[in-house]
């Protein structure tokens, strides 16, 4: 099920409206919750569970299954700061990447991206997270996300995670988004391989359409990635009075590894160019073949035409229509036409 973006057309700013696709029947909520001590976990509780214990000594984590849910969205983002315009783009899964800082709370929107289980179509999916002096609030589509790494670090006691504030964790969420890129450009560089030696073995249409979506799905990389940037950059000079110093250095490395990606997503648009410049190229080169054939084929049965058509002529008079060997030698001609014309042509080294 979609909400059409158009339904949004003449509403008032802040008017609260599901943009995207809904990927669950209900939505879910988690809560973690811990200190450098010990740890909890719970499952399926109401939002207002999920609040309070946000006012309780510790660091919690709320994380949210199902952005299609306004009420529970707007439940959550009210109570942790964000305004009705913020909660508007948090719940446009078209929104590009963007950080708003509220003072006393912040929110970073970006995207996920990952292959289905084929490997061979691109998904984007949005994530919301909002921060708060104690507790970080994490919105997604769908279940399944890239945060596994994060749950896993943090049930170590003596971990960095256990011994930092809620701004690390939320680095920590962004650091598992960005991570989960390299893989993305990875498989799409074994597609271009692929596409690559396909080219230079036979070409077929197919390959063009591949071509195609290769670009496309590159150009969605690209989307996600160029405004995250910008997002890191403004977290890392900025700052904020939710971002601890020793924060800084990890969002000045995860700025280092959106550049990386940045990089290679450029060499790849580039690299997928060519390939269409291979494609045009392979495909003219097979059209000038198959020219060179047939033109060969006319210019052998031309001399030929001539010949069979001055004597399929109606005239009573020519002398070679009586004699006995004119039928023979008529033939020892045109054969002898064929074979000069191919040993030229070999020649020539047009054949």
Not at 247 to 267: A, N
Not at 270 to 283: E, F, H, I, M, N
Request: charged share 25%.
């Amino acid at each position: 099920m979609t909400d059409n973006p158009r339904q949004r057309v003449g509403l008032s700013p802040g008017t609260l409206l599901h943009i995207g696709e809904r990927r669950l029947d209900s939505a879910r909520l988690e809560l973690i919750s811990y200190t450098p001590e010990q740890l909890e976990r719970r499952d399926d509780l109401p939002a207002d569970t999920c609040l309070e214990s946000c006012r309780s000594p510790g660091i919690h984590w709320v994380n949210l299954l199902g952005i299609h849910d306004i009420a529970l969205t707007e439940q959550l983002g009210t109570g942790f700061g964000l305004n009705s315009l913020a909660l508007e783009d948090l719940l446009n899964t078209d929104h590009r990447p963007k950080v708003e800082n509220f003072g006393d709370s912040l929110l970073v929107i970006l995207k996920i991206l990952s292959f289905d289980e084929t490997g061979d179509r691109l998904a984007s999916e949005q994530v919301s997270i909002a921060l708060t002096e104690t507790a970080v609030l994490s919105i997604q589509e769908q279940p399944g996300d890239v945060f596994d790494g994060v749950r896993e670090r943090l049930r170590s006691p003596r971990g960095r995670h256990r011994q930092r504030g809620a701004d690390y964790l939320a680095y920590s969420l962004i650091d598992s988004v960005v991570d989960s890129y390299f893989p993305v450009l990875e498989r799409l560089g074994e597609i271009l391989t692929d596409i690559e030696e396909e080219l230079a073995d036979r070409p077929q249409r197919a390959t063009l359409q591949r071509i195609h979506t290769l670009k496309r799905d590159l150009m969605v990389v690209r989307k996600a990635v160029w405004p995250l940037r910008e997002v890191v950059s403004g977290l890392e000079r900025e700052g904020s009075e939710l971002i601890d110093e020793r924060t800084i250095p990890f969002l000045r490395d995860l700025y280092e590894h959106l550049i990386q990606i940045i990089d290679t997503v450029e060499i790849l648009r580039d690299s997928v160019a060519g390939l269409l410049d291979l494609y045009l190229s392979s495909v003219s080169q097979r059209t000038n073949e198959v020219m060179k054939v047939l033109t060969v084929v006319a210019t052998i049965f031309i001399p030929l035409t001539f010949l069979v058509g001055v004597y399929g002529m109606n005239f009573d008079y020519m002398p070679e229509l009586r004699w006995q060997w004119g039928y023979p030698v008529l033939w020892l001609v045109m054969i002898a036409c064929v074979a000069g014309m191919l040993i030229a042509f070999w020649k020539k080294k047009w054949l």
